[in-house]
């Protein structure tokens, strides 16, 4: 079925280093990469989008990349900070019988050192 | 602007009880609704979607039940709780118009069986 791989589980790095969260997806079809930010024991929110039509976007010191041939995107944060500690989700969308269906990852949690 | 309000926040329910978590969206019409769960430190798990009023369609087999009587309201229930049943549940909504768009979640429910 659908899936979603999300690598790592865990990531702990000091602030001011990047951090890089991989994410593959089996459904072809798939046209639409979110990834998602949450906080401790608040709401999942938005930070970043791509679509299948595009290779890479970037905002700020955030960026995403991807490789539709190979199925895999990525999640880039430059210069980090400890209030980009959370956990990220990345997720991959698609229209399916007339709705929008997004599956996401298990979910990464980032964990920035001062 | 679109909002969307989800409650109770915290739920502590013995094994056996009934359940029901309301999600209701305004500023928008016909929206896709979702329930996720989410469990300790794993993902986001689509249990139900909604693309209309009475529509609902369930991901994956469980002892949960949705409802939509209303455009902008979508219910979550059980008859009889498990302790599987614990989590973190988030109700979401998406425009239908609109391909690929994100998912807007609620504030979420913390469900725990007893």
């Known amino acids: 079925g659908e899936n979603v791989e999300q690598h790592p589980s865990t990531l702990s790095v000091q602030e001011g280093d990047s951090a890089v969260i991989k994410c593959t997806y089996s459904d072809s079809a798939s046209n639409y990469f979110p990834w998602y930010k949450q906080e401790l024991g608040k709401r999942p929110q938005l930070i970043i989008d791509?679509?299948?039509?595009?290779g890479e976007k970037k905002d700020q010191r955030i960026a995403v990349t991807l490789n539709k041939t190979a199925k895999h995107f990525s999640l880039h944060i430059t210069e980090t900070q400890p209030e980009d500690s959370a956990v990220y989700f990345c997720a991959a969308g698609r229209k399916s019988g007339g709705y929008n269906k997004l599956i996401f990852g298990a979910g990464t949690r980032l964990a920035v050192h001062p | 602007s679109q909002t969307i309000h989800q409650w109770p926040a915290t739920l502590v329910q013995p094994v056996g009880s009934p359940l029901s978590l309301e999600c209701t969206v305004e500023g928008t019409s016909n929206p896709n609704l979702y329930w996720y769960r989410q469990a300790a430190g794993r993902g986001l798990q689509l249990l139900f979607y909604?693309?209309?009023?009475?529509?609902i369609s369930s991901e994956v087999p469980q002892n949960l039940s949705a409802s939509r009587p209303q455009d902008r309201q979508f219910i979550l229930s059980s008859k009889k709780l498990l302790l599987s049943d614990s989590g973190f549940y988030l109700c979401?909504?998406?425009?239908?118009?609109?391909?690929?768009?994100?998912?807007?979640f609620g504030q979420g429910t913390r469900l725990t069986v007893v």
């Open positions: 909604s693309v209309g009023i009475g529509q």
């Open positions: 791509i679509r299948s039509n595009v």
């Open positions: 979401a909504w998406s425009e239908v118009i609109l391909l690929n768009t994100e998912a807007f």
